[in-house]
């Protein structure tokens, strides 16, 4: 058993961290100064974060011509900082996200570079969890079907939620949810179940409120589902992709992403509010998968394949790359051999030599 | 008498033939599994080996694991069983590896900036594949790296050493051989300044030999910080350089 256990951290604000440093004794000035590394290979360690009392947020000068706060718009650094580093000791800047203040002086809380957007100074880690914003169009699984409201899943770090009141009814009926609606939730959507929908708003402490109201949402069949890190997906106008081959992409901003079939979607039709009575029965919520030929089977596997090799090598995803990535693909004659390392870069080097233009 | 000339020899020589305030050969990397979890992080001191994994602030998967107001951590610590010389199957109720789990998780508590995520848990997840001394200290650094590449905010690297008291000679990151022959302490510091975050000492020591042992431990806690602060920088610049940002 230990003897002596001690958690300590609580003068991590107190004025001590802003202030000088404490007098070392004799012995410690001594010991730090005699640590050295056994392997010699080893890189030396930077200074840079010992003297942080000196550095402050500097913008790059051919960018912005001079460091002022009044140059509107965003500018990104190519500089990296670290958790603990002083990013200003200025008051003139606000201080955003990844950031941390003691006192005057704030310091980063994540490893990234620094955004400046005006007055507002913050920090964009380098990776994350999906930070869902309003209108992004994502794809989630249900987790829970609560009382008026289901969970679900979005990548996110929290859970979002489908209120009930945010869903299209089946036959397309504009009233308010009865009790009855309430209790035949399950029939629309159950655990497990996939959908796309939209973010309807965001709360204070990152959840995320989703709708369906809109035939280009709802549940999701005939396809393959599979995960990217939300940072690679390229916000676009549009997020549903009609691809050659008889396939549809549906690539949610939040990373996930579901191949399918491609059907001719109610939306499609030009279907007004007016006619969603007709269009809009029970298939929406339906769990049945349609036929789908061995041919398109293997074209969905391609280009799921191919989207891996752009997430193996961090290359953004969009439309034009992934349909390149699948024209790429097709010197491979089974979508199986794109599973090799070797093939991903390949594929991914491709991409980006032809979508540069 | 002889076994002590082993350990460390007249000529200030210790078994692996470093000095006493040389650390181990000090290895890491980080985004090293980037498919199955949000961060993950791999350390080598000498030749303790941890793996990392971090899933997380992710929406908490049991309503007990709910704090209103923070972020709650759990971690898990598996040792396997080909880990030391003594192949031995460990439970994941060894009050051993129990403890080392509330230590890291304490620590950590403190470390990440718990208020932004309410509602919300970090899973912590330590693999142990070799142990040669000093494993609570490899997988505190292993968790901070891991952290750091999940994105998670936190104030400062949390980085742990040993240090261990021979006689009157003060030994920096001590092997498994040196563990069994003296007293030693793990320290935990937050930052590169004088912040403790842990402080384990498990064996009697004289009360005036404690401040050198923490000296030295804590000079080897700051000298990790900027190891793995150089390899958090690399890893940082190359993901800029492809521009996958």
């Keep these: ?357 | 008498m002889a076994s002590r000339m082993e350990i460390f020899s007249p000529e200030g020589l210790r078994i692996d033939g470093r000095r006493w305030n040389e650390v181990r050969h000090f290895r890491c990397a980080i985004n090293t599994h980037p498919v199955s979890s949000d961060g993950s992080a791999i350390i080598e001191q000498g030749n303790t080996k941890v793996i990392c994994n971090v899933i997380g602030p992710v929406e908490p998967t049991l309503r007990s694991r709910v704090v209103p107001d923070r972020v709650s951590i759990s971690v898990k610590v598996v040792v396997a069983p080909f880990s030391t010389i003594d192949r031995r199957k460990r439970s994941q109720n060894d009050s051993r590896i129990q403890e080392m789990c509330s230590s890291i998780q304490h620590v950590f508590e403190d470390a990440v900036i718990a208020h932004l995520f309410p509602r919300s848990q970090i899973d912590v997840n330590l693999y142990v594949v070799a142990q040669d001394g000093g494993v609570l200290q490899a997988c505190i650094n292993a968790t901070t790296l891991a952290l750091i590449d999940a994105g998670v905010p936190m104030y400062d690297y949390v980085c742990a050493c040993t240090a261990g008291m021979l006689d009157r000679e003060v030994l920096l990151d001590l092997n498994r051989i040196e563990e069994s022959d003296m007293p030693f302490l793990t320290m935990a510091t937050i930052g590169s300044k004088r912040k403790v975050a842990l402080l384990q000492l498990e064996m009697k020591v004289q009360f005036d030999r404690l401040e050198p042992m923490m000296a030295a431990s804590m000079s080897g806690c700051h000298h990790i910080r900027d190891l793995m602060d150089n390899e958090v920088r690399k890893h940082g610049k190359s993901r800029l350089e492809r521009g996958s940002l």
Aim: proline share 3%.
């Design chain 1, 1 to 357: 058993m230990p003897m002596l256990t001690v958690h300590t951290s609580t003068d991590l604000f107190s004025s001590s961290r802003l202030g000088h440093r404490a007098p070392r004794s004799a012995k410690e000035e001594l010991d730090s100064e005699d640590v050295v590394m056994s392997d010699a290979d080893s890189a030396e360690p930077e200074q840079e974060s010992d003297d942080d009392d000196d550095r402050i947020f500097s913008l790059d000068h051919t960018e912005t011509g001079d460091g002022d706060a009044r140059v509107t718009g965003v500018v990104k650094s190519r500089h990296i900082v670290t958790p603990g580093e002083l990013v200003t000791a200025e008051s003139m800047w606000m201080r955003g996200h990844g950031t941390y203040s003691v006192g005057l002086k704030s310091y980063s809380s994540v490893a990234g570079t620094i955004t400046r957007v005006n007055k507002l100074l913050s920090v964009a880690p380098l990776r994350g969890r999906y930070d869902p914003k309003i209108g992004d169009h994502v794809i989630g699984r249900i987790i829970d079907v609560g009382t008026r409201s289901w969970h679900v899943d979005i990548g996110a770090k929290q859970a979002a939620v489908l209120m009930l009141g945010s869903v299209n009814l089946p036959g397309g009926v504009q009233r308010r949810k009865s009790e009855s609606d309430e209790l035949q939730m399950r029939a629309f959507l159950k655990e497990g179940d996939l959908l796309n929908a939209e973010v309807q708003a965001v709360f204070t402490d990152g959840a995320a409120s989703l709708h369906t109201r809109s035939l280009n949402y709802g549940k999701l069949r005939n396809g393959y589902f599979f995960t990217i890190p939300s940072s690679l997906v390229v916000r676009s106008k549009y997020h549903t992709f009609e691809l050659p081959g008889g396939v549809d992409l549906v690539l949610g901003v939040n990373g996930y992403i579901w191949l399918r079939k491609h059907t001719q979607q109610l939306g499609e039709q030009g279907v007004s509010i007016t006619r969603l009575a007709e269009e809009a029965g029970w298939e929406i919520y339906s769990d049945e998968n349609e036929y789908i030929s061995p041919s398109i089977r293997e074209n969905i596997a391609r280009y799921a394949n191919a989207v891996k090799a752009l997430r193996y090598c961090e290359v953004g995803v969009n439309e034009a790359r992934v349909i390149a990535a699948y024209e790429a693909s097709k010197e491979y004659r089974s979508p199986g051999e794109m599973i090799e390392n070797d093939v991903k870069k390949r594929i991914a080097k491709h991409v980006l030599l032809a979508t540069k233009g």
